[in-house]
């Protein structure tokens, strides 16, 4: 058989199924010891399943979207202030090679078979809510458990600094609860469903993430509201995320007019105090140049005032792209919710919408936008979500052995 003869067959099908199934395998234990690991692993399942890549009719307008925002970042490094150190470390490269792995990642999931795929999220599945056990242990004890194994490969911790490492594994578990837990569900273990979500709120309270627990309820609510309202919620969700990405400066802008803003900062905590402080000298930036931006990777040189990245992507986006970048993200996030519409409530819609919400709202609150393993994250939960939606329902067993006595004395009319 031929190269191509075998990538069009069952063979390179079941293939890309075990490629998925060594995703789910590691999914897990790279959520507990090393969430930066998470841009490796997309790298190389979209390498491995690099012939599936194929962009269909109805993912075009994503498709767009990011070839767009592809093109005009590198576009951008050309009055950026910033200057990477070698070309392999320029985000504008990882950019592109990230746009088309990641892209040949989730290709993988119509290619594999309908058994493979099965497989793999039953994996992914076990993986998170492995997760899930580990977190509740580490908020528990302290992130005792990471802290041994730092010590046994001879490379021990400070116990403030494993409780930090070991926290970012609960914004992990939120990002992909909603696809492993649909997958629990629809296998029939749906308490897995339970622990994920208690983990999360053990996680955030044990090991001091706050915001976990705000995208565990704004993803809860999503998801409801999506599968309730199957048509309408996917719209308004699509006509919230356009604000967010469009309108975020002028709302911050029009609140600090009214001295609204200021008032807020004083009543909050540090940390969010220290975000609305990035947030307010972001708006500033912007102002300066809002049609082209300052370039990508710019936020990395307006220090003091803000550090590494404004924490909100919509700033950042803006602060480094302009208007063309916010319009192109846009359009990226619309599309995604708009492919979430259905005649009717659908559990796999539900769960995509909740991952995305929960996605979106550590992009507003916390990491930066071009960060590899927050990139790879997302991949990965548009690939789970995507694999999640693809699996039926368990029958009952009873229904199941009821239709099984029925087709077996059943006859043909002409009898």
């Not at 191509?4 to 075990?18: E, L, Q, V, Y």
């Not at 696809?179 to 996680?203: E, F, T």
Request: proline share 5%; net charge positive.
């Amino acid at each position: 058989m031929t190269a191509s003869g075998w990538i069009s067959g069952a063979g390179f099908a079941r293939w890309c199924g075990w490629v998925l199934a060594f995703a789910g395998v590691m999914t897990g234990l790279l959520g507990w010891l090393g969430p930066l690991g998470f841009a490796v692993l997309l790298s190389i399942v979209g390498l491995l399943c690099l012939p599936a890549f194929q962009v269909s009719e109805a993912d075009r307008p994503a498709a767009l979207a990011l070839l767009v925002l592809g093109i005009w970042a590198c576009g951008s490094m050309l009055w950026s202030p910033y200057r990477p150190d070698a070309l392999w470390s320029s985000n504008a490269v990882k950019l592109i090679c990230q746009g088309v792995l990641y892209w040949a990642a989730y290709s993988a999931v119509r290619r594999a078979t309908p058994e493979g795929l099965r497989r793999a999220m039953v994996i992914l599945m076990a993986g998170v809510s492995a997760l899930a056990a580990l977190i509740i242990v580490e908020a528990v004890t302290g992130a005792a458990l990471y802290q041994a194994v730092r010590q046994a490969i001879g490379d021990p911790i400070r116990p403030d600094l494993a409780v930090r490492n070991v926290a970012q594994g609960v914004f992990v578990l939120a990002v992909l609860w909603a696809p492993a837990a649909l997958v629990a569900v629809r296998v029939g273990w749906w308490q897995l469903a339970v622990l994920m979500a208690a983990a999360i709120v053990a996680g955030a309270a044990g090991l001091g993430a706050d915001a976990p627990i705000i995208a565990l309820a704004a993803a809860g609510l999503a998801g409801l509201a999506v599968y309730r309202w199957s048509k309408l919620a996917p719209r308004m969700l699509a006509a919230g995320v356009a604000a967010f990405f469009l309108a975020t400066p002028l709302v911050i802008w029009g609140l600090r007019a009214q001295g609204v803003y200021g008032q807020v900062q004083e009543m909050v905590s540090l940390s969010w105090s220290m975000r609305m402080d990035y947030w307010s000298y972001a708006v500033d930036w912007i102002s300066d140049k809002p049609l082209r931006g300052w370039g990508l990777d710019a936020s990395r040189m307006f220090g003091p005032g803000i550090r590494l990245h404004p924490h909100d992507a919509a700033l950042q986006i803006w602060l480094e792209l302009g208007v063309i970048g916010a319009a192109a993200a846009t359009v990226f996030w619309v599309a995604i919710f708009h492919r979430l519409e259905r005649p009717q409530g659908d559990l796999g819609a539900a769960a995509g919408a909740a991952a995305a919400v929960s996605y979106l709202t550590f992009a507003a609150v916390s990491f930066g936008v071009w960060q590899e393993w927050w990139l790879a994250l997302g991949a990965l939960a548009v690939v789970a979500s995507a694999a999640a939606q693809r699996l039926p329902a368990r029958a009952p067993k009873a229904a199941t052995a009821l239709a099984a006595r029925r087709a077996s004395t059943s006859r043909p009319i002409s009898e």
